[in-house]
């Protein structure tokens, strides 16, 4: 299992849209439910792309 840091994760939470964030408190069980799988969704996406490496175009050049 990957291990993800605790900042990171917050960080990712804070980045996460504004409607899910709030709504995982709402009264109505249907919203806290979609908030909460789009803020799963949202965190996941963040933390997955921090551990991928840099795209092709980022590498340096290896001046060969």
Same mark, same amino acid.
Request: charge should be negative.
């Given at each position: 299992? @990957? ?7 917050? +960080?990712? &939470? ?9 709504? &995982? @408190?709402? !009264? ?8 909460? $799988?789009?803020?799963?969704? +949202? ?10 490496? !840099?795209?092709?175009?980022? $590498? ?5």
């Amino acid at each position: 299992m @990957t291990r993800f840091d605790i900042q990171d994760m917050a +960080s990712a &939470i804070l980045a996460a849209p504004g409607w899910a964030r709030v709504g &995982i @408190t709402a !009264p109505a069980r249907h919203i806290r439910d979609d908030a909460a $799988q789009e803020l799963a969704r +949202s965190v996941a996406e963040a933390l997955m792309d921090g551990q991928q490496g !840099p795209e092709k175009d980022e $590498q340096p050049e290896l001046g060969l």
